[in-house]
């Protein structure tokens, strides 16, 4: 049975030019035990968007957790999926405050627990000329001990 749970809005706007930027942050996710992730995700005008969650595993390096499916030019996403543990192995792109690195396959998400915190990565592709508007709820669900 589920103790208690909580969403997280997190909603950002892709950036308006081709470039991998930092778009947004959530934290407060500890408490949880597993996380169901709702995701409207709009691309922006002109060329491809990739969207990424990271989680945090030091001070400034990042981790990819979630590579959603890249978005066309001007396309949408709606998805909805539950991360609870992993099993294998997966790797995944290392980054910093200053480099996000991505590099998590599109579509993947490598499951497992994201720690406190986690942050949106987007990757603009070349020809984008305007940003998307979008969101992704983070349900954190905590067991019944």
Not at 7 to 19: H, L
Not at 50 to 67: E, F, M, P, R, T
Not at 71 to 89: E, H, P
């Amino acid at each position: 049975q589920v103790k208690a749970k909580k969403t997280f809005a997190v909603s950002f706007t892709s950036p308006a030019a081709a470039s991998t930027v930092v778009s947004a942050t959530c934290a407060g996710l500890s408490r949880f035990d597993w996380f169901q992730i709702d995701a409207n995700l709009v691309g922006g005008t002109g060329g491809t968007l990739d969207i990424y969650l990271q989680k945090k595993i030091a001070s400034d390096v990042w981790a990819d957790w979630v590579h959603f499916a890249q978005i066309s030019a001007a396309g949408t996403l709606k998805v909805s999926a539950t991360v609870q543990s992993s099993n294998g192995f997966t790797t995944v792109g290392i980054g910093t405050d200053a480099s996000p690195g991505v590099a998590l396959a599109a579509g993947s998400v490598v499951g497992g627990h994201p720690g406190d915190t986690v942050r949106v990565v987007c990757v603009a592709g070349v020809g984008t000329s305007v940003g998307g508007a979008s969101v992704i709820y983070i349900t954190g669900f905590e067991d019944k001990t």
